[in-house]
């Protein structure tokens, strides 16, 4: 590796399992994020999301963002992290409210048929 290149994104260690508490509850969030999982809703909605954005141009805007910023910076000088601190609060500032309105609703009532 390039020693101009910065070191990937420091991320917290992964907690082993038996430091975590299990006589603990499961927070309301896990509880919908299992559900989402096992019912395989969560990859429906992903895969909706990925549709969505590729269809409003949102997927292309963010490839030319990584683009111009790779040519600005030479294709040496830049990771896969500096794209994601670059595209990262662009992205999601960049998802068109009806997009975010059309999952919103789906999460409710998916939410509302599971009786949560």
């Given at each position: 590796?390039n020693d101009s290149r910065r070191a ?17 509850e499961p927070t309301l969030e896990e ?20 549709e969505r954005l590729n269809e409003c ?60």
């Amino acid at each position: 590796m390039n020693d101009s290149r910065r070191a990937s994104i420091k991320r917290p260690p992964t907690p082993d399992a038996e430091e975590e508490d299990e006589d603990r509850e499961p927070t309301l969030e896990e509880i919908i994020n299992i559900k989402l999982i096992e019912s395989g809703e969560k990859e429906r909605l992903k895969e909706l999301l990925r549709e969505r954005l590729n269809e409003c141009g949102w997927k292309d805007e963010m490839k030319s963002l990584c683009r111009s910023f790779t040519r600005k910076k030479g294709r040496n000088n830049v990771t896969v992290d500096d794209l994601v601190h670059l595209i990262t609060p662009k992205g999601r500032a960049a998802v068109p409210d009806p997009v975010k309105a059309e999952l919103l609703q789906r999460i409710r009532s998916f939410l509302h048929s599971t009786a949560l």
